[in-house]
Each structure stands twice: as structure tokens, then as C-alpha cells.
């Protein structure tokens, strides 16, 4: 079978062989009982890497994220969430089915949420209002294309929920990326926020799950939610030492993956047609394909048919997301040729 390269997204990644053998070669225990020593390691050494006091391994980033909102949020409040975010548009409004709270969505700029914006938005005291339960920020921001919030933005939304005692919670399903683009350690990230959750399946490259991160009676609350929710995975030691590994052995790489990125979006950028619509901070491209007179469907099959996946974000728009399967020569050799291609099938370029 010839396999097709894929950049819908970085969540496609196969696991290495290191990583296979990690698995194979893993001691397990039962996770309920809190005796998998892989899974307790992962949770150790993520815990550490965040500066959290304790972290715990989830199936997935919904899973953190909806765990985020039950432990801090009552049902009858509201979070203040970005407008684009993916707990707002990708998770089946899961904060309201679960936790019972609403959203509050403040368009941001590149992701960021203006400060003053989250101020107004934060509830007075009134008989009429939710309370707010909690502001939630995400970081790499995915619609606004991999954009990496700035810490100082970070820091004074933190400061401004700290006065008025509502809790922050940060959706870093990419946090590496940021962090790695920044140049700073995820810890800088982690320590403007209460709680952070961050995915191993994605620029990291494991098979599954994401750790949850905070204090120890915030993990403690969120270790009851997951096995509520269903989320007590028993030998989950399988999974966690890939997840190990990937912790180890794939962070400092994810710069070659924004490279790759920047490579390809000046590629095209500069076909007739195309726009990029992003700043390429990491691994996301954001194509305005909608002056190129083919579809989304148009671009999707017929990139296909050329051997390449891409996804859609919207109406005119795809997404191109660079990761650990993806080379350099997958991008000058085949991605960029099949594109020019296509175009000019089209009587583009
Ligand atoms: N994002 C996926 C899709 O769901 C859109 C992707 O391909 O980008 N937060 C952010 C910022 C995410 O981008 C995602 C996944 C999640 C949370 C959820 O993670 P999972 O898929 O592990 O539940």
C-alpha cells in the first residue's frame, strides 16, 4: 500500500520504532490502582516539566480540557473561552452537556484574548448572572492558524483572574510547539495558569492521550472525573511509555517541523490563486484557496489522487500541518509539485 502524506493534521503521526519497542517492552500495572509505573513515571516527569505539583495521563485532549472545566467549574456558570477556541468549536459542546456551564466566547487577535475584553466579560455580582467559572486560553491557538499567545498576554489574564478568584485553565494541546517557537520551557506557559493540558498525540507523536496538569488537589478532583467520564485505562502503561518517549526524544525536533512549515507556506504563497492567511508561527498553514476556482472537495480529491491528505478549516480555506512523518523531500518533491500541478490542470498559476 502506498502511503499517502498526510498533513490534515499532526494527530496522524505512527509511532517510531523506539517508541513501538517502548511499548512492547513496557511493565504494566493496573492504573486504577495507581500501579502502572509508566503511567506514574509520565505523570511524574510531566508534572516536573510543567512546574505543576501533579499531572495525570487522560485519553485524550477533549478529555483534559472537559475534566478542566467539571473540577473548577458549578453547573449554572460561564467560561470565557476565544471565540475560535477548540473547546468552544470542537468538542460537542461538551462543557455544557457535562459540566452545565455556558460559554462566553471574546474574539482574540492571532488567538490572544484581549485582557480588557476578558475584564468586561468577567460577571458582577448579580442575581441574574452566571458566575464565572473559569477563563480557558489556548496556546498554540489551531483556528488562528498555530499562533503562539504571548506570555506577557498570558500573564496579565492570569493577574486579572487571580484578583477577581477564578481559575485559568490552558488548552496547550500544542504547548511544545509553543514553547519550542518561543524558545522558553513549557514550565514559563504552565506557570500562568492554574491547570494546563497538553497532547502527546500530536506534534509529540504518540499514540494517544494528554496529561492534565495542576495542583494536587486539583488532580486528585480530576482523577475521579476520569474515571467518571470512563477514563481509567487499567495497563495504560502501553501507551504511556511511547508517551515517555516522546517526551524525551521529539520535543527540541518540533523546530524542524516549523521550518518545514514556513518552507511550505512561502511555496505558496507564491502560486496564483493561493493565499496564506496565517503568520506561520509553528506547524499550521492557513490556504485561502478560494480565488484558485477549485473547492475545497476540488483540492482535497485532487490532492489526493496526487498521493497528498489535507484537511478543511472553513469555507475556502485548508489546513496544512507539518509533523514528525512528514520530510523535507515530501514537501519539495511531491506536496509543492502536485499543487503547481493541480493549479495548472486548472488553468491556473
Ligand atoms: N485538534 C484536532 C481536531 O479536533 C480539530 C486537530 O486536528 O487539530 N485542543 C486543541 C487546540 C486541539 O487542536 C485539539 C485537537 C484538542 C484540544 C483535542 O484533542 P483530542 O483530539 O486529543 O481530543
Known amino acids: 500500500m502506498i502511503s499517502l502524506i498526510d498533513l490534515r493534521s499532526d494527530t496522524v503521526t505512527k509511532p517510531t520504532d523506539v517508541m513501538r519497542r517502548a511499548a512492547f517492552e513496557a511493565e504494566v500495572g493496573d492504573d486504577v490502582y495507581g500501579e502502572d509505573p509508566n503511567v506514574n513515571a509520565l505523570e511524574q516527569e510531566a508534572a516536573h516539566m510543567l512546574g505543576k505539583e501533579d499531572a495525570l495521563f487522560v485519553t485524550s485532549g477533549t478529555q483534559g480540557n472537559q475534566i478542566a472545566a467539571l473540577v473548577h467549574c458549578q453547573p449554572g456558570q460561564e467560561v470565557i473561552l476565544e471565540a475560535d477556541s477548540h473547546i468552544f468549536l470542537y468538542e460537542g459542546a461538551g462543557i455544557s452537556a457535562l459540566a452545565g456551564v455556558q460559554p462566553r466566547t471574546i474574539k482574540g487577535e492571532r488567538g490572544a484574548m484581549n485582557p480588557s475584553d476578558v475584564e468586561a466579560a468577567i460577571r458582577g455580582d448579580d442575581i441574574h448572572f452566571p458566575e464565572t467559572g473559569m477563563i480557558a486560553i489556548e496556546n498554540t491557538h489551531n483556528k488562528a492558524g498555530g499562533a503562539v499567545v504571548p506570555l506577557s498576554n498570558m500573564w496579565t489574564i492570569h493577574q486579572l483572574a487571580k484578583a477577581y478568584d477564578i481559575k485559568v ?34 506534534g509529540l507523536g504518540a499514540p494517544a492521550g494528554s496529561i492534565i496538569a495542576g495542583s494536587a488537589d486539583f488532580i486528585k478532583q480530576a482523577r475521579k472525573w476520569r474515571k467518571r467520564l470512563g477514563g481509567g485505562m487499567r495497563q495504560a502503561g502501553i501507551l504511556a511509555a511511547p508517551a515517555r518517549v516522546a517526551l524525551r526524544d521529539h520535543v527540541t525536533r518540533l523546530a524542524d517541523d516549523h521550518r518545514l512549515a514556513r518552507q511550505l507556506a512561502t511555496g505558496l504563497d507564491q502560486m496564483t490563486g493561493l493565499s ?33 491528505q489535507v484537511g478543511a478549516m472553513g469555507p475556502g480555506v485548508l489546513r496544512f ?10 514537501i519539495e518533491l511531491t506536496v509543492v509539485p502536485a499543487i503547481r500541478q493541480l493549479l495548472s490542470a486548472n488553468g491556473g498559476l
Open 169 to 202: 485553565h490552558l488548552d496547550g494541546a500544542r504547548l511544545f510547539n509553543a514553547a519550542v517557537a518561543a524558545g522558553e520551557p513549557v514550565s514559563a506557559f504552565a506557570g500562568y495558569t492554574d491547570t494546563v493540558q497538553f497532547c502527546l498525540s500530536k
Open 321 to 330: 500541518v507539518t509533523h514528525l512523518d512528514i520530510h523535507e523531500d515530501d
Open 276 to 308: 496564506v492567511t496565517n503568520q506561520v508561527d509553528t506547524n499550521i498553514i492557513m490556504v485561502d484557496v478560494s480565488e484558485s476556482g477549485l473547492s475545497n472537495e476540488d483540492w482535497i480529491n485532487g490532492l489526493k489522487e496526487r498521493g497528498i
